[in-house]
Nanobody, 111 residues
Framework: QVQLVESGGGLVQPGGSLRLSCAAS????????MTWYRQAPGKQRELVAT???????NYKNSVLGRFTISRDNAKNTVYLQMNSLKPEDTAVYYC?????WGQGTQVTVSS
């Protein structure tokens, strides 16, 4: 089990950028697949992006080309760089690894 702590959310105008971070505890971070999910009000939680221990990535179609997931194993941290943000990206963003979840960070895209 690991503790996951997200940061970096906030309010941004459409077209803007944010970078989310997720710091993980534990010594096996480099072996873990890490995933970002999001949940908008009244909607189900959905997968946004995944990065495996080997560095392979996968994205939800609607964020492809706008979002980039990356990891720094030396810092036990996974990132989500979000560019060209749209109002429909507004959600609470969660970091996940297996059955472990962070507390979430709010991202609001609004003018």
């Amino acid at each position: 089990q690991v503790q996951l702590v997200e940061s970096g959310g906030g309010l941004v105008q459409p077209g803007g950028s944010l970078r989310l971070s997720c710091a993980a505890s534990g010594s096996d971070f480099r072996l873990r697949t890490m995933t970002w999910y999001r949940q908008a009000p009244g909607k189900q939680r959905e997968l946004v992006a995944t990065v495996t221990s080997a560095g392979s990535t996968n994205y939800k179609n609607s964020v492809l080309g706008r979002f980039t997931i990356s990891r720094d194993n030396a810092k036990n941290t996974v990132y989500l760089q979000m560019n060209s943000l749209k109002p429909e990206d507004t959600a609470v963003y969660y970091c996940n690894s297996l059955t472990d979840w962070g507390q979430g960070t709010q991202v609001t895209v609004s003018s």
